[in-house]
């Protein structure tokens, strides 16, 4: 049976804000985004509340799979990232329009942006809205525990984000990098950090198209 919220946490270590690196499977799509681990699920109606006009504290963390058929059918996990402007970060491909080099797939109303790279075909982010190349400090992970910080020019989304109709970020999980401190996939399925969404149902007032537990028909764990 599904659960409307996610599971009660048990105790852990506290969560922590760190960059983890991010690439397609040939190296041409490199990212940083930066998560904070160990997860902590924000519930239905928090999620719910992030989406109201004029609310200034911008989405929480949100880990989820989606049972529509672009998502089902490209196997994506999504990590939807607090602030995108301040937590999402590509390194390669480079230049004033990075995502003009990446194979873009639209589907339905076309509004979001299904990028891939053109050499080996992994899709490592979904955007919608505007970016921008500015020189950045880049923190980034360094040896064991550490991180650096380098300056370089990286693509970001454009600072005054709002997130909505016109500006959505989502980075596949699939593609963070391996062997990271802190990232293990396997625990984001074992403690039930992963919601559901459904895309396919028509939804009756006041049922929420989110819960954790188990995904809606058509859909994955």
């Not at 995502?99 to 790279?117: I, M, N, S, T, V």
């Not at 300056?151 to 391996?178: C, F, H, I, M």
């Amino acid at each position: 049976m599904a659960d409307a919220e996610p599971p009660t946490p048990t105790p852990t270590p506290t969560p922590t804000r760190r960059p983890y690196t991010g690439s397609c499977h040939c190296g041409a799509v490199r990212y940083i985004a930066h998560l904070t681990l160990p997860h902590v699920p924000p519930s239905i109606a928090a999620l719910a509340a992030a989406r109201q006009p004029g609310q200034q504290k911008g989405m929480p963390q949100f880990i989820y799979r989606c049972n529509c058929s672009t998502c089902v059918k490209m196997g994506l996990l999504h990590v939807r990232l607090h602030n995108p402007p301040a937590d999402f970060q590509l390194l390669a491909p480079t230049g004033p329009e990075p995502l003009a080099q990446l194979g873009d797939y639209q589907c339905f109303e076309k509004r979001l942006h299904f990028l891939f790279c053109t050499a080996c075909g992994v899709r490592c982010f979904t955007f919608a809205g505007e970016g921008e190349a500015v020189e950045s400090d880049v923190l980034v992970p360094a040896e064991g525990e550490e991180t650096k910080t380098e300056r370089q020019e990286v693509w970001s989304p454009k600072r005054g984000w709002v997130e909505g109709r016109t500006s959505y970020l989502s980075v596949n999980a699939y593609t963070l990098d391996a062997d990271q401190p802190g990232l293990d996939l396997r625990e984001w399925t074992d403690k039930q950090w992963i919601a559901y969404v459904d895309c396919r149902s028509e939804r009756r007032a006041g049922q929420s198209d989110k819960r954790y537990g188990t995904p809606f028909e058509g859909g994955a764990y």
